[in-house]
């Protein structure tokens, strides 16, 4: 299996330890595309868990007690595991994809826009020529079904 993470990196010495755990415990057949991306799901729900009917102000004191705080970590780490299980199986470069969706993210999210409000792209409009905002429209962007290939290129193969 090839490993796209970026050699030499301490990502890439992470990845060659989790794999490595994973493959000594014969794990391998357990870990396909579909199960690892349950396998985040139900890790990111045992975060959420954590927090569950927690005020955001009782939620941010329980994640500054070094038990509160020991369980998010782990519970993080085990998405993280999962997510790079993922992106090893179907050769993604996890530096690469964060890259590339926050440029993506910039172009549905542009500052004049979102600045400060929650609303989700569909909700923004932003009139480029006099960069006034209306909340009322979908932003316009330059991501059509035809440039979302260029920006995205095909993807390898998985790994078998």
Same mark, same amino acid.
């Given at each position: ?30 870990? $396909? !595309?579909?199960?690892?991306?349950? *396998?985040?799901?139900?890790? #990111?729900?045992? =975060?959420?868990?954590? &927090? %569950?009917?927690? +005020? ?8 500054? $007690? !070094?038990?509160?705080?020991?369980? *998010?970590?782990?519970?993080? #780490?085990?998405? =993280?595991?999962?997510? &790079? %299980?993922?992106? +090893? ?72």
């Amino acid at each position: 299996m090839e490993n796209r993470v970026l050699a030499g990196s301490e990502l890439d010495a992470v990845m060659r330890e989790i794999v490595a755990f994973r493959d000594e415990r014969d794990w391998v057949q357990f870990h $396909t !595309p579909r199960n690892l991306a349950v *396998a985040v799901a139900i890790e #990111a729900a045992e =975060l959420q868990q954590l &927090l %569950l009917w927690k +005020s955001d102000e009782e939620a941010a004191s329980l994640l500054t $007690t !070094p038990k509160g705080h020991l369980e *998010a970590t782990r519970e993080l #780490a085990d998405i =993280l595991i999962f997510a &790079l %299980l993922f992106c +090893s199986e179907l050769g993604i470069d996890p530096i690469d994809a964060v890259r590339r969706k926050l440029i993506e993210n910039a172009r549905k999210y542009p500052v004049a826009a979102a600045k400060g409000n929650a609303l989700k792209y569909t909700q923004l409009r932003t009139k480029r020529t006099t960069g006034v905002v209306d909340t009322q429209y979908a932003l316009e962007l330059d991501l059509a079904p035809s440039n979302v290939q260029t920006f995205w290129p095909s993807s390898p193969s998985p790994s078998t």
